[in-house]
C-alpha cells in the first residue's frame, strides 16, 4: 500500500511505500526537499510532521534528539510513513531537477595535493547524461553495499574532455574507501557510483552577497560553486574563507589566488588554525568560522554556503545565527560526517 505525502507550504504531493524513507521517495519523483548525508547524520532534512505517524530508523541523536522527535519534528531521511501524512518542509526548487543514475565510472586520474588529499578525476560513461548542479555529490558503491559520498570539485561546465568530474578525497587513516583510494586505487580502475545528491548549491535567485566557508576538502563544492559564479557572470559580491590546520591543508591555494585575479566579486581569506613556527604562516589564524564573525559581525543580509567538517558547520550554524542575525534559512551546508561521526559519542 502507498501512503501519499503531503508537503506545506508548496502544496505537493507524493507516494511513498510502506518500506521507503519518504526522501527516498521525494528524490525518486523529482521532488526537491532539503538534505545532505541520507543517512540520519547530518540534520539537513529536520522537517515538521503535521499530520499522520511515521516511524524513525537509526540516526544520530545530534541530528535530530528526542526532545526534537517528541515536539513533531523528523528526518525524511530515515522515517517512514506508517499512514498518510503532512510535511512542513523547504521546498528546494531544482533539487529533484536532474535524474539519479548508477553508472561505473572510470579513474582517470589521481593526482596527490597534499601528502592527506589526493584529487581523483572520474571519467563518465559516455552512454549517459549526467547533469548536477555545482554543489551536488555522488556516492560510491563500495563492493560490500557501503556508500561513501564526494562533492564535485568542477561545476558541470568544466567536466573536459573526456568528461570527467572532479573528487577532492582526505584521507582518513582506518577509513573503508579511503584506505583503499590512497593505496591501491590506480588509474583505469573502475569504480560504481550514484548521483547527483544533495540541496547543497547555490541559490541563483538571490541577489544576496555571499560567504563561502570550506573547511579542508570541504573546499570542493564551494570550488565549483565559484566556477559557477564566474561562468554566470553573477556579480554578487562573495567571499571564500577556506580554513585548514596548517598551510598545506588549503590544498588549491593557488587556484583562488588566481580566481580572485580573475573575479573582482570575489575576495579570498585563508585561515589556518594551528600554523607551526616552520610554516612561516603570516596570514589570518584561528577557526575558520570565528574569522568571518570577526570580519562580518552582521550576516543578517547575507547568504552563508558552509562546507566541510561537521564541528565547523555545525559552529557556523549555531553562532553566525545566534550572534551574527544570519536568517536560519539562509545557511546552507553539507556537512562531511563519516563513520566516525556516526558513532561517536555524544
Ligand atoms: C554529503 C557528503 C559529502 C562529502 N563529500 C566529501 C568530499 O568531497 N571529500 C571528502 O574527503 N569527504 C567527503 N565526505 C566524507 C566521505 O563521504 C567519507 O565519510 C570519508 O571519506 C571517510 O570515508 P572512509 O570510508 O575512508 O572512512 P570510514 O570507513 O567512514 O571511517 C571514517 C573514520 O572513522 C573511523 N571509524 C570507522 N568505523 C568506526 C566506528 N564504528 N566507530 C568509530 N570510528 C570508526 C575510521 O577508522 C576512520 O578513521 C562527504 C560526506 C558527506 C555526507
Ligand atoms: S540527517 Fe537526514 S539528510 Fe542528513
Redesign the pocket.
Given at each position: 500500500m502507498t501512503f501519499s505525502i503531503t508537503l506545506k507550504p508548496a502544496d505537493k504531493q507524493f507516494g511513498v511505500e510502506p518500506d521507503e524513507a519518504i526522501l527516498a521517495a521525494a528524490i525518486r519523483q523529482g521532488i526537491g526537499l532539503p538534505y545532505?548525508?541520507r543517512?540520519g547524520?547530518?540534520g539537513s532534512c529536520k522537517s515538521r510532521l503535521l499530520e499522520g505517524r511515521v516511524v524513525h530508523g537509526t540516526h544520530q541523536d545530534k541530528a535530530l534528539s528526542a526532545a526534537e522527535e517528541a515536539s513533531g519534528l523528523i528526518l525524511t531521511c530515515c522515517a517512514t510513513a506508517q499512514t498518510d501524512c503532512v510535511i512542513e518542509a523547504r521546498n528546494v526548487p531544482g533539487s529533484g531537477d536532474f535524474p539519479v543514475l548508477k553508472m561505473p565510472s572510470r579513474v582517470l586520474q589521481i593526482e596527490r595535493v597534499a601528502s592527506d588529499v589526493i584529487v581523483l578525476r572520474m571519467q563518465l560513461p559516455a552512454n549517459q547524461n549526467f547533469l548536477y548542479r555545482a554543489g551536488q555529490?555522488v556516492e560510491f558503491i563500495l563492493r560490500d553495499g557501503a556508500r561513501?559520498?564526494?562533492?564535485m570539485?568542477n561545476a558541470p561546465h568544466r567536466l573536459g574532455s573526456p568528461p570527467a568530474i572532479e573528487?577532492?578525497?582526505?584521507h582518513?587513516?582506518?577509513?573503508?574507501?579511503?584506505?583503499q583510494a590512497f593505496g591501491t586505487l590506480k588509474e583505469k580502475d573502475i569504480l560504481r557510483m550514484e548521483g547527483p545528491?544533495?540541496s547543497f548549491f547555490l541559490r541563483e535567485e538571490s541577489t544576496k552577497p555571499i560567504v563561502l566557508l570550506a573547511s579542508g576538502?570541504g573546499f570542493?563544492?564551494i570550488k565549483a560553486i565559484i566556477e559557477q559564479l564566474q561562468a554566470k557572470a553573477d556579480l554578487r559580491p562573495a567571499v571564500l574563507y577556506w580554513g585548514g590546520r596548517r598551510p598545506q591543508d588549503l590544498y588549491m591555494d593557488d587556484w583562488c589566488q588566481r580566481t580572485v585575479a580573475q573575479m573582482p566579486s570575489l575576495r579570498y581569506v585563508p585561515v589556518v588554525s594551528d600554523a607551526l613556527a616552520e610554516d612561516g604562516w603570516t596570514g589570518r589564524t584561528g577557526f575558520v568560522h570565528r574569522a568571518v564573525m570577526e570580519d562580518l559581525p552582521d550576516l543578517s543580509g547575507h547568504q552563508v554556503y558552509a562546507c566541510g567538517a561537521p564541528i565547523v558547520v555545525d559552529s557556523a550554524r549555531a553562532d553566525f545565527t545566534a550572534q551574527c542575525k544570519l536568517p536560519a534559512d539562509e545557511f546552507f551546508a553539507?556537512?562531511?560526517?563519516?563513520?566516525?561521526d556516526k558513532?561517536?559519542r555524544p
Amino acid at each position: 500500500m502507498t501512503f501519499s505525502i503531503t508537503l506545506k507550504p508548496a502544496d505537493k504531493q507524493f507516494g511513498v511505500e510502506p518500506d521507503e524513507a519518504i526522501l527516498a521517495a521525494a528524490i525518486r519523483q523529482g521532488i526537491g526537499l532539503p538534505y545532505g548525508c541520507r543517512d540520519g547524520a547530518c540534520g539537513s532534512c529536520k522537517s515538521r510532521l503535521l499530520e499522520g505517524r511515521v516511524v524513525h530508523g537509526t540516526h544520530q541523536d545530534k541530528a535530530l534528539s528526542a526532545a526534537e522527535e517528541a515536539s513533531g519534528l523528523i528526518l525524511t531521511c530515515c522515517a517512514t510513513a506508517q499512514t498518510d501524512c503532512v510535511i512542513e518542509a523547504r521546498n528546494v526548487p531544482g533539487s529533484g531537477d536532474f535524474p539519479v543514475l548508477k553508472m561505473p565510472s572510470r579513474v582517470l586520474q589521481i593526482e596527490r595535493v597534499a601528502s592527506d588529499v589526493i584529487v581523483l578525476r572520474m571519467q563518465l560513461p559516455a552512454n549517459q547524461n549526467f547533469l548536477y548542479r555545482a554543489g551536488q555529490y555522488v556516492e560510491f558503491i563500495l563492493r560490500d553495499g557501503a556508500r561513501r559520498s564526494y562533492s564535485m570539485g568542477n561545476a558541470p561546465h568544466r567536466l573536459g574532455s573526456p568528461p570527467a568530474i572532479e573528487l577532492h578525497l582526505r584521507h582518513m587513516p582506518g577509513g573503508k574507501f579511503t584506505d583503499q583510494a590512497f593505496g591501491t586505487l590506480k588509474e583505469k580502475d573502475i569504480l560504481r557510483m550514484e548521483g547527483p545528491f544533495g540541496s547543497f548549491f547555490l541559490r541563483e535567485e538571490s541577489t544576496k552577497p555571499i560567504v563561502l566557508l570550506a573547511s579542508g576538502t570541504g573546499f570542493a563544492p564551494i570550488k565549483a560553486i565559484i566556477e559557477q559564479l564566474q561562468a554566470k557572470a553573477d556579480l554578487r559580491p562573495a567571499v571564500l574563507y577556506w580554513g585548514g590546520r596548517r598551510p598545506q591543508d588549503l590544498y588549491m591555494d593557488d587556484w583562488c589566488q588566481r580566481t580572485v585575479a580573475q573575479m573582482p566579486s570575489l575576495r579570498y581569506v585563508p585561515v589556518v588554525s594551528d600554523a607551526l613556527a616552520e610554516d612561516g604562516w603570516t596570514g589570518r589564524t584561528g577557526f575558520v568560522h570565528r574569522a568571518v564573525m570577526e570580519d562580518l559581525p552582521d550576516l543578517s543580509g547575507h547568504q552563508v554556503y558552509a562546507c566541510g567538517a561537521p564541528i565547523v558547520v555545525d559552529s557556523a550554524r549555531a553562532d553566525f545565527t545566534a550572534q551574527c542575525k544570519l536568517p536560519a534559512d539562509e545557511f546552507f551546508a553539507d556537512s562531511f560526517v563519516s563513520e566516525a561521526d556516526k558513532h561517536a559519542r555524544p
